[in-house]
C-alpha cells in the first residue's frame, strides 16, 4: 500500500516540476526585436513625431522583394505609347473638339473603378482620350483600367516613384535627415539635406513630394511629349483617381468653353468641381462664377488649354522652387508674381459636375473611415438634381473676391534635390540623376564632425 502511494506522489511531482519548467522558459525567453514586416504602426504613433534616431527611418524592406524587371517594364510601356481604341484596331486621331482627360492614380482600386463608372455613363464619351498616369505598377489597377471599352485610352507611368526608388531619393533613404530633427542636430548627424530644412524647419518626407513631381511630370508628359497628344489644341481635363463625374459633365465643359471668348476671355481655366458641401442645380445648374484661381479651391476637374500650359511651363524653376509640397499651391503662387505674365482666372460651374469622393486618402485624419460615404452623397444629389441636367445654355456672372495676399506656402519642398529633378521633368524621356551626393554648399559649410561622417559613409569629396 505505501509503495504504491509514494509512487503516485512522485509521478504527481515531477508532472508539477515539469510544468513549472515550461511555464518559466516562457517567462524568460526574449521578445522580438522589432515588429514583423507589414506589420501596422502601434497606436497612438504618427509618422510627424520627431524621432530618436540621428536620420530619418528608411521604409521597411517590402514583404515581396521589388522585381529587377519592373523598371524596365516601366520604361518600356513609356516608350511604346500604345493608345488602345473600343474593339481593338487603329485609334482615331484627336480632333480639336475632343477632350483629352488626364488621371492620377495611386492604388486605390474601389474608387478608380467608381470614376470609371461614371465616365462610361457621360454622354458624349466616346470621344474622349483616357490619359491614366500612375505612380505605381499595381496588376489589379492595370486590368480594371484595361477594360475600358467605351473610348480611346493610355497608360503613362512616372518614372522617379516610391515604388521604384524605396530606399534612394526620390524615395526616402536611411541617409536622409528625420523631418524634426533640428538643423544644428542634422548638421552634426550628416544626414545628406542636413542645410535645408523647409520654411518651418522641418525635412522632405518623400511620400508627400511624390504628388508634386508626378502632377508637374504627367503634365508635361501629355502636353509635350506623348506623340499622340503633344500637338492637340483641345482641352485638357485633370482629374484624380477618387474623383467622380455627373452624367452632363462634357456637356457642360463644352457650353463653358464656347462661352469663354463672350463672358470671359481671360478665364484661362474652366473648373467642374468646387469642395461646397451644399448645391442648388435648381437654381445654379447653368450658372458660372468668373473669378481669380485659387489654388484650394478651384484644382478639381480642371480645363485648359495649350496657351494655359505654356504659361505655365514659362514658370518651371519658381514652380520648382516654390517651397510647398502641393502643385495647386504651387501654381497659385507664380500666377500671384506675375511670372506667367497673365493671372489665372477661373470660369466656375456653381452646381458642381466632378465632385471628390475619396473620404479615406493621404489628408484624412482619424481611424474610422467610411470609404463610401461621400459616394452614397453624391448618388443621392446627382438622382434628385437629374431633370436640372444638361442645360442648353449658361449664364455668366462676376464674383466679388478680395484681394488675396501672396501665398506663404506650406513647406516640405525645401531640398534642393527636389527642386532639380523638378525641372528635369519638362525634359522627354528624363533619366534623372544628382549630379552629386549632396549640394556642394553642404560641404564646405558643414563644420568637422559631420565631414568625418560623410567620410565614413564614403561621400566623395568629403
Known amino acids: 500500500m505505501l509503495p504504491r502511494l509514494l509512487a503516485r506522489l512522485l509521478r504527481t511531482a515531477l508532472v508539477f516540476l515539469l510544468v513549472l519548467a515550461f511555464l518559466l522558459l516562457q517567462l524568460h525567453s526574449p521578445a522580438p526585436s522589432a515588429a514583423p514586416a507589414g506589420a501596422e504602426p502601434s497606436e497612438g504613433s504618427s509618422p510627424?513625431?520627431?524621432?530618436?534616431?540621428?536620420?530619418?527611418?528608411?521604409?521597411?524592406?517590402?514583404?515581396?522583394?521589388?522585381?529587377?524587371?519592373?523598371?524596365?517594364?516601366?520604361?518600356?510601356?513609356?516608350?511604346?505609347?500604345?493608345?488602345?481604341?473600343?474593339?481593338?484596331?487603329?485609334?482615331?486621331?484627336?480632333?480639336?473638339?475632343?477632350?483629352v482627360i488626364v488621371i492620377q492614380v495611386h492604388t486605390r482600386l474601389d474608387y478608380l473603378r467608381q470614376l470609371i463608372g461614371s465616365l462610361r455613363a457621360a454622354r458624349g464619351i466616346e470621344t474622349v482620350l483616357l490619359v491614366f498616369s500612375h505612380d505605381v505598377f499595381d496588376?489589379?489597377?492595370?486590368?480594371?483600367?484595361?477594360?475600358?471599352?467605351?473610348?480611346?485610352?493610355?497608360?503613362?507611368?512616372?518614372?522617379?516613384?516610391?515604388?521604384?526608388?524605396?530606399?534612394?531619393?526620390?524615395?526616402?533613404?536611411?541617409?536622409d535627415c528625420a523631418r524634426d530633427m533640428t538643423r544644428d542636430r542634422a548638421v552634426k548627424a550628416g544626414c545628406v539635406n542636413a542645410l535645408y530644412p523647409d520654411k518651418y524647419g522641418h525635412y522632405r518626407e518623400a511620400r508627400f513630394t511624390q504628388t508634386k513631381h508626378h502632377w508637374w511630370w504627367k503634365a508635361n508628359r501629355v502636353f509635350d511629349q506623348l506623340e499622340f497628344t503633344k500637338n492637340h489644341s483641345g482641352l485638357f481635363l485633370f482629374l484624380e483617381e477618387d474623383h467622380y463625374v455627373a452624367p452632363d459633365f462634357l456637356h457642360v465643359l463644352q457650353l463653358m468653353s464656347e462661352a469663354r471668348p463672350q463672358h470671359c476671355l481671360h478665364c484661362n481655366i474652366l473648373s467642374l468641381g468646387t469642395y461646397l458641401k451644399v448645391y442648388n442645380y435648381r437654381a445654379d445648374t447653368a450658372r458660372v462664377e468668373l473669378t481669380q484661381w485659387y489654388g484650394s479651391k478651384h484644382n478639381m476637374g480642371m480645363a485648359f488649354n495649350r496657351t494655359t500650359w505654356r504659361m505655365l511651363r514659362s514658370c518651371t524653376s519658381l514652380f520648382c522652387s516654390f517651397d510647398d509640397y502641393n502643385w495647386d499651391w504651387s501654381v497659385q503662387y507664380i500666377s500671384q508674381t506675375g511670372c506667367t505674365g497673365q493671372k489665372l482666372h477661373a470660369m466656375l460651374i456653381k452646381a458642381p459636375r466632378v465632385f471628390h469622393i475619396g473620404e479615406c486618402g493621404v489628408h484624412h485624419r482619424g481611424k474610422n473611415c467610411d470609404k463610401f460615404s461621400?459616394?452614397?452623397?453624391?448618388?443621392?444629389?446627382?438622382?434628385?438634381?437629374?431633370?436640372?441636367?444638361?442645360?442648353?445654355?449658361?449664364?455668366?456672372?462676376?464674383?466679388?473676391?478680395?484681394?488675396?495676399?501672396?501665398?506663404?506656402?506650406?513647406?516640405?519642398?525645401?531640398?534642393?534635390?527636389?527642386?532639380?529633378?523638378?525641372?528635369?521633368?519638362?525634359?522627354?524621356?528624363?533619366?534623372?540623376?544628382?549630379p552629386e551626393p549632396r549640394p556642394e554648399p553642404i560641404k564646405a559649410a558643414a563644420p568637422a564632425a559631420a565631414r568625418r561622417a560623410w567620410r565614413r559613409r564614403g561621400v566623395p569629396g568629403s
Not at 522585381?67 to 473600343?86: I, K, M
Not at 480594371?144 to 533613404?173: A, K
Not at 444638361?390 to 462676376?398: D, G
Request: overall charge positive; some cysteine.
Open 374 to 434: 461621400l459616394l452614397k452623397r453624391v448618388s443621392a444629389t446627382l438622382l434628385s438634381a437629374s431633370r436640372y441636367l444638361f442645360p442648353p445654355r449658361i449664364t455668366a456672372y462676376l464674383a466679388i473676391t478680395r484681394r488675396l495676399k501672396l501665398i506663404k506656402g506650406n513647406g516640405g519642398w525645401g531640398d534642393p534635390r527636389d527642386h532639380y529633378m523638378c525641372t528635369t521633368l519638362r525634359l522627354p524621356n528624363s533619366t534623372w540623376t544628382w
Open 139 to 175: 496588376e489589379a489597377v492595370n486590368a480594371e483600367v484595361r477594360r475600358v471599352d467605351f473610348c480611346r485610352f493610355t497608360q503613362v507611368f512616372y518614372p522617379f516613384s516610391l515604388q521604384l526608388h524605396p530606399h534612394t531619393f526620390p524615395g526616402q533613404s536611411a541617409q
Open 48 to 99: 510627424s513625431e520627431p524621432s530618436s534616431s540621428p536620420v530619418s527611418t528608411a521604409p521597411p524592406p517590402p514583404t515581396t522583394p521589388l522585381s529587377p524587371w519592373l523598371a524596365g517594364t516601366v520604361e518600356r510601356l513609356n516608350d511604346e505609347q500604345v493608345v488602345r481604341a473600343p474593339g481593338g484596331g487603329e485609334p482615331a486621331p484627336l480632333q480639336p473638339s475632343d477632350v
